[in-house]
């Protein structure tokens, strides 16, 4: 049951309609020591560190856990909770129904990541969706509209969004602490693979599992693939390119970073043009930041492991006349965030670390410096101060989606090709303007397989 009365189903039959109220958790629910219960959902890498930041907030409590693919929950429960009672689901929507949650942690394979969500607002939980927070800029709409219809708290995985050096940075930006910003430089993220390569595996002597017909989600059925939940990131059926260098991946936080700093957050470019022909060429996958280089104002990296997708570099250009440049390539730049230009300096903004050609802007009694605990535990944190209260988080829903959208950008205009020829983008409308074939673009719209439509409204 939820703290309403209602579990999801009894919701469900009901009508979603009828729940469209404001506040159906009002802030007078909780007492002042009271936890807020969660569950997550999918137990990957990621979700580890979530669990284990959660660990750390004294008023939230992780009481279930869910994974369709029950020996990667196993594994979770032996190794990072082995010390808790969590109870234990295949499926999330049993999950809704027989645990007492007041939101849940969405940290499954990014084209699953709507379809649960949705689902989670409409049983009356808030969600924290780990980012990019949806495959499509459509879905993310939906997601949106699903948060407001039923009044959600909603936070985006963007983390750096609740990092107190990172805000205090870009509110220096924001501010005109280096004058006007003429252009913003990026790194030149990669975007994903077309297709899954291998070959298939033998289907269990049982059939197929149905695990992997609940993984597959809204992705077209492919070949039985034992290993394929475990590196999905970077084929575009799951995903936007989500490796470490992907525009999915790291890119999400770099133009968070952006967004945030230049006062978009609820907007965005509105014109992308391509400058060079799109190549599969690989790059470098970051491994470690090591130390602040002042001389070049950037942060290097050390290294390893290339990654090969489509990159091309690209301007996108804002209506105030402002310039992103994703021109930085993958040996040296803010990995995280980006170099702003202004009228009168520089200034970098990466995880965590900031530099600037004035150092005097630094030294500030207002500068907060680095953090001081795990950095997740600052959004997280966020997170349940917001369901107490109500108001809306550092990176709501809306923020991440407008964030993510420039991600599809990046993959539309490559996608595309059309060197040197700009694309008009409406963030209104979330259409182009002057390419019909860019609006067919499956990071606009895509189908869904059948079973796995997202809900009505």
Not at 67 to 88: A, I
Request: charged share 25%; hydrophobic share 35%; with cysteine.
């Amino acid at each position: 049951m939820t703290r309403l009365g209602l579990n999801r189903r009894t919701l469900l039959q009901t009508g979603a309609a009828a729940f469209a109220l404001p506040t159906l958790i009002p802030a007078s629910a909780f007492g002042a020591n009271e936890r807020v219960n969660v569950g997550v959902i999918g137990l990957g890498g990621r979700a580890r560190t979530i669990v284990e930041s959660c660990n750390l907030i004294p008023n939230m409590n992780v009481v279930s856990v869910c994974d369709c693919f029950k020996p990667d929950m196993d594994t979770f429960v032996n190794v990072v909770g082995k010390d808790q009672n969590w109870s234990t689901y295949e499926d999330f929507r049993k999950m809704m129904d027989d645990e007492n949650l007041d939101g849940v942690m969405v940290e499954t394979t990014t084209h699953a990541r709507a379809w649960i969500a949705v689902q989670a607002m409409q049983a009356g939980m808030d969600a924290y969706i780990e980012k990019p927070m949806c495959l499509s800029i459509e879905e993310g709409r939906h997601m949106v509209n699903a948060a407001r219809k039923y009044d959600r708290v909603t936070q985006v995985g963007t983390q750096q969004r609740s990092m107190p050096i990172n805000n205090w940075a870009s509110d220096l930006v924001k501010n005109g602490a280096i004058g006007k910003i003429k252009t913003v430089l990026a790194p030149n993220f990669v975007g994903p693979v077309r297709f899954p390569g291998g070959e298939a595996e033998p289907m269990p002597s049982g059939g197929m599992p149905k695990w992997w017909d609940v993984w597959t989600n809204q992705a077209e059925m492919r070949p039985y693939r034992h290993d394929l939940h475990h590196r999905w990131e970077k084929w575009w059926s799951y995903d936007g390119g989500g490796l470490c260098y992907g525009v999915t991946g790291w890119g999400t936080h770099s133009y968070d970073q952006i967004q945030r700093a230049l006062g978009t957050d609820l907007t965005g470019p509105t014109t992308i043009i391509l400058e060079e022909p799109v190549t599969d060429r690989a790059c470098g996958k970051f491994e470690t930041v090591t130390e602040v280089d002042e001389t070049r104002l950037d942060y290097l990296i050390r290294l390893a492991n290339p990654v090969e997708g489509p990159r091309a570099k690209m301007t996108m250009r804002y209506d105030n006349g402002t310039e992103l440049k994703l021109h930085l390539d993958g040996d040296w730049g803010p990995g995280l965030g980006a170099i702003f230009v202004g009228q009168d300096g520089k200034l970098e903004i990466n995880r965590n670390k900031i530099a600037a050609s004035n150092k005097e802007l630094l030294k500030s009694a207002d500068n907060p410096g680095p953090i001081d605990k795990p950095e997740t535990q600052y959004h997280i944190e966020n997170w349940v101060d917001c369901i107490k209260t109500r108001e809306r988080c550092n990176a709501d829903i809306e923020i991440g989606l407008r964030s993510t959208t420039l991600c599809y950008l990046v993959n539309i205009a490559r996608e595309v090709g059309r060197v040197g020829e700009p694309l008009s983008w409406d963030p209104e409308t979330e259409q182009f303007t002057n390419c019909d074939e860019a609006n067919k673009s499956w990071y606009v719209t895509r189908p869904r397989r059948k079973g796995y439509e997202l809900p009505e409204l």
